[in-house]
């Protein structure tokens, strides 16, 4: 016995230090850009030169980074609520749709993140360039659409099989059309996971690199403003500054959204009040609960 606790023991001390590992090589190479974002030198390495903010003041009144902010912004927005919508439709017909056509649907929206971007951006352009309109915006959109779908489909599809059967189950006894089950019912017990999925796709519409590289036009998006000034030297401390502003910003996003996500997972197992009675359907179809 204690032979089996001290090798349990063992084994969990290995184990400890293993994460601790992945955590320093994951996130160490992360936390050095803040830090040399505030250091006085262009140059990246110890010991550092002395505090400043002047990087940070380099960012305002640059309009070529303005330019690639509201770009990345305008299609980060069209490509998540893109992405959301299609995200819910997948979802809902792949849990309540029982035909096989909308399980393979839905595992062919979640294939993109198993793809390389490479391989998805090259693909991308050939379609845009048949179809007419080439690398622009539109094409940007639709790749970042496709990239951040996988996203979407699986918080949404993990919120939608939260919810009880029995709630859609008794409107539909209750005389109400699929139609309007799915607007009166679901969606509002859903809107916490879809506001989460419209933030997620949002940050990886935003952050996403490879896709836009290839479908670029003449309007470049953030991440290859960043990579463009990447080839000179002098400008690492104005991107390690804008590094630190995005990765603060995308951390409260993604954070917001899965708080929200937890919110809406644990409204659901909450019971029901008992003094809430069956729900009784209007004359147009729709639900309302009345108290006992």
Same mark, same amino acid.
């Given at each position: 016995?204690?032979?089996? !606790?001290?090798?349990?023991?063992?084994?969990?001390?290995?184990?400890?230090?293993?994460?601790?590992?992945?955590?320093?090589?994951?996130?160490?190479?992360?936390?050095?850009?803040?830090?040399?974002?505030?250091?006085?030198?262009?140059?990246?390495?110890?010991?550092?030169?002395?505090?400043?903010?002047?990087?940070?003041?380099? /960012?305002?009144?640059?309009?070529?980074?303005?330019?690639?902010?509201?770009?990345?912004?305008?299609?980060?927005?069209?490509?998540?609520?893109?992405?959301?919508?299609?995200? $819910?439709?997948? =979802?809902?017909?792949?849990?309540?749709? !029982?035909?096989? @056509?909308?399980?393979?649907?839905?595992?062919?929206?979640?294939?993109?993140?198993? $793809?390389?971007?490479?391989?998805?951006?090259?693909?991308? @352009?050939? /379609?845009?360039?048949?179809?007419?309109?080439?690398?622009?915006?539109?094409?940007?959109?639709?790749?970042?659409?496709?990239?951040?779908?996988? *996203?979407?489909?699986?918080?949404?599809? =993990?919120?939608?099989? &939260?919810?009880?059967? *029995?709630?859609? %189950?008794?409107?539909?006894?209750?005389? &109400?059309?699929?139609?309007?089950?799915?607007? !009166?019912?679901?969606?509002?017990?859903?809107?916490?996971?879809?506001?989460?999925?419209?933030?997620?796709?949002?940050?990886?519409?935003?952050? %996403?690199?490879?896709?836009?590289?290839?479908?670029?036009?003449?309007?470049?998006?953030? +991440?290859?403003?960043?990579? =463009?000034?990447?080839?000179?030297?002098?400008?690492? +401390?104005?991107?390690?500054?804008?590094?630190?502003? $995005?990765?603060?910003? =995308?951390?409260?996003?993604?954070?917001?959204?899965?708080?929200?996500?937890?919110?809406?997972?644990?409204?659901?197992?909450?019971?029901?009040?008992?003094?809430?009675?069956? +729900?009784?359907?209007? %004359?147009?179809? %729709?639900?309302?609960?009345?108290?006992?």
């Amino acid at each position: 016995m204690n032979t089996a !606790r001290l090798d349990a023991k063992q084994g969990g001390g290995w184990l400890g230090a293993y994460v601790l590992a992945y955590l320093v090589f994951l996130y160490l190479p992360i936390l050095l850009i803040p830090l040399f974002s505030f250091n006085n030198s262009i140059q990246a390495a110890f010991p550092l030169q002395g505090f400043t903010l002047e990087w940070y003041g380099t /960012l305002v009144g640059n309009s070529a980074l303005s330019g690639a902010l509201a770009t990345s912004l305008v299609i980060g927005a069209i490509a998540a609520t893109g992405a959301t919508l299609c995200g $819910i439709t997948v =979802s809902y017909m792949d849990l309540y749709g !029982r035909s096989p @056509l909308a399980a393979t649907i839905s595992a062919i929206a979640r294939l993109p993140i198993l $793809i390389p971007g490479v391989i998805v951006g090259i693909s991308l @352009l050939i /379609l845009v360039n048949l179809a007419g309109f080439g690398p622009s915006r539109i094409a940007i959109v639709l790749g970042h659409v496709l990239v951040a779908l996988p *996203t979407t489909v699986v918080v949404m599809r =993990s919120r939608f099989a &939260a919810i009880p059967k *029995t709630i859609r %189950e008794a409107a539909l006894d209750l005389g &109400a059309s699929d139609w309007t089950t799915f607007r !009166r019912v679901m969606l509002p017990l859903s809107l916490p996971a879809i506001i989460s999925a419209f933030m997620l796709a949002f940050l990886t519409s935003f952050d %996403e690199f490879i896709v836009a590289f290839f479908l670029a036009g003449t309007e470049p998006t953030l +991440p290859l403003y960043i990579w =463009s000034q990447l080839r000179s030297p002098k400008s690492l +401390p104005t991107v390690m500054a804008l590094g630190t502003a $995005i990765l603060a910003v =995308s951390f409260v996003i993604a954070a917001l959204a899965e708080i929200l996500r937890h919110r809406g997972l644990a409204a659901t197992r909450r019971p029901a009040p008992a003094s809430l009675s069956k +729900p009784e359907e209007t %004359e147009r179809g %729709e639900l309302q609960w009345h108290s006992t």
